[in-house]
C-alpha cells in the first residue's frame, strides 16, 4: 500500500490552491503540554507559535524533568480552558479542570502573569524534557481570584499524577529551535513545544492514517501476539496534536511537499516547512477521549508506510509537518492556503 505524490497529484492540487479550496479546518491550541487541546475559530500568532499553546507544562518536583502523555497517557484527561479578562492584570485565568471521577477540584491560574506576579513565584531553571536541558520555568500559584493557598496548584495536579509535580508557566530563557536538515538556517524560539512552533497536518492525511491502521490492522489480525484491531474511529488528528489542520488538498500527504506557505487574509504568515515533520513517537497511540494507549497503532502501521521520508531521521516516521511563523497576525477558520514554494520543485 503507498501513497504516492508525483507530479500529477501535484498538478491537482495546484488547481485546489489556485481556486482558493484549500482552507483552514480546525486551529487547535494545547496550553498545558500533553494535555488536551482546545479548538479555536481564531487564534493570534507570533513567530513563537500561537497564542497560549504550550506556555504551560507540568515537571516532577525532584528532579524538574517535565512529564508527557508518552509517559503518563491520562495527562491528555486534564482539560485546560482560556478565559480571558480584559480587565484583569494578569489578562484573566487558565482553568484547570479534571475527569468527574479523579476527585481532583478545579483551579485556575493567571492567563498573563504580569512582571510583579512573576516576581512572586519561584524561578527553576533547570526543567528538561527527552534529550532538551536547560529548560527554565515559574512554578504557577492560584489566580487571585480563587482565594486559595499558594500550594494548591501543586497539590492538586500531584493528586492527580500520583506523584509530587509542579505546574509551571514559560520562564524567560529564549529557547531556540534546531535548524532542520532542508532549513539550516532557521532560528524560532519555542515554549515548551518539542521541537517547531506549528504542526500543521490537513484532513486527507488523516484518512490515510486511517486507511493504513486499517490495513494492518486486517494483516495481523490473526498474529497472537498482537491481535488488537484498531476502531478507526477513535483516530482523530488530535492525536498528532497538530495546530493547523487544513483540507481540500485532495490527496494524502501533500504538505509533505510545501516548504513555504501563506496563509490568506492573514497577513504575513508563511509556514516554512520542513517536510513530514512531525515525528511519530507513543504519543498519538493515546485516546485523547480515554487516556488508554495502544502500544502498536498508528504507531506500527506507520512505520510501515511513512518511515525513512525525513532524510534527518530515516529511522521515524512521519506526519505533517512542522512550521515556523515569519511575522505576527490573526489565523482563523476559513482561512485560504497557498502554496508560495514546494520541495524539490
Same mark, same amino acid.
Given at each position: ?158 493528586? #492527580?499524577? =500520583?506523584?509530587? *509535580? ?6 524567560? &530563557?529564549?529557547?531556540?529551535?534546531? !535548524?532542520?536538515?532542508? +532549513? ?61 489542520? #487544513?483540507? =481540500?488538498?485532495? *490527496? ?6 510545501? &516548504?513555504?506557505?501563506?496563509?490568506? !487574509?492573514?497577513?504575513? +504568515? ?63 477558520? =476559513? ?11
Amino acid at each position: 500500500m503507498e501513497f504516492i505524490f508525483d507530479a500529477k497529484h501535484q498538478e491537482s492540487v495546484n488547481k485546489k490552491l489556485s481556486s482558493g479550496n484549500v482552507v483552514v479546518s480546525k486551529l487547535l491550541i494545547f496550553p498545558i503540554k500533553s494535555c488536551e487541546g482546545t479548538s479555536v475559530v481564531e487564534s493570534t500568532y507570533t513567530t513563537d507559535g500561537l497564542e497560549f499553546d504550550r506556555w504551560w507544562t507540568i515537571i516532577d518536583a525532584s528532579n524538574h524533568k517535565l512529564f508527557t502523555a508518552r509517559a503518563i497517557p491520562k495527562m491528555v484527561l486534564i482539560r485546560p480552558k482560556v478565559v480571558q479578562d480584559p480587565t484583569d492584570p494578569d489578562g484573566g485565568r487558565l482553568e484547570i479542570s479534571f475527569p468527574s471521577d479523579s476527585d481532583c477540584e478545579t483551579f485556575s491560574v493567571p492567563l498573563r502573569p504580569t512582571p510583579s506576579t512573576l516576581q512572586q513565584w519561584t524561578l527553576v531553571e533547570d526543567c528538561s524534557v527527552h534529550s532538551m536541558t536547560n529548560m527554565d520555568g515559574y512554578i504557577t500559584q492560584p489566580h487571585s481570584s480563587s482565594g486559595s493557598e499558594a500550594s494548591l496548584c501543586s497539590a492538586v495536579l500531584s493528586r #492527580f499524577m =500520583g506523584r509530587p *509535580v509542579h505546574l509551571i508557566f514559560k520562564g524567560p &530563557r529564549p529557547r531556540p529551535a534546531a !535548524p532542520t536538515w532542508s +532549513f539550516e538556517k532557521l532560528d524560532p524560539f519555542v515554549g515548551y513545544h518539542d521541537g517547531y512552533p506549528l504542526h500543521v497536518a490537513s484532513e486527507e492525511s488523516m484518512e490515510g492514517v486511517k486507511a493504513m491502521v486499517k490495513k494492518w490492522s486486517q494483516e495481523h489480525a490473526e498474529d497472537s501476539s498482537d491481535p488488537q484491531i484498531w476502531d478507526t474511529k477513535s483516530m482523530v488528528i488530535e492525536r498528532y496534536r497538530p495546530n493547523i489542520v #487544513f483540507k =481540500g488538498a485532495v *490527496v494524502p500527504f501533500a504538505e509533505d511537499m510545501w &516548504r513555504e506557505i501563506v496563509i490568506s !487574509p492573514a497577513s504575513g +504568515f508563511k509556514g516554512n516547512s520542513p517536510p513530514s515533520g512531525a515525528l511519530i513517537r507513543l504519543l498519538p497511540n493515546v485516546d485523547p477521549a480515554s487516556g488508554l494507549r495502544n502500544m502498536s497503532v498508528p504507531s506500527k502501521p506507520l512505520l510501515k508506510f511513512r518511515k525513512g521520508l525525513d532524510p534527518g531521521r530515516p529511522a521515524f516516521s512521519c506526519f505533517g509537518a512542522n512550521a515556523v511563523p515569519a511575522g505576527e497576525g490573526i489565523l482563523r477558520v =476559513g482561512d485560504v492556503i497557498a502554496v508560495k514554494t514546494w520541495d524539490n520543485v
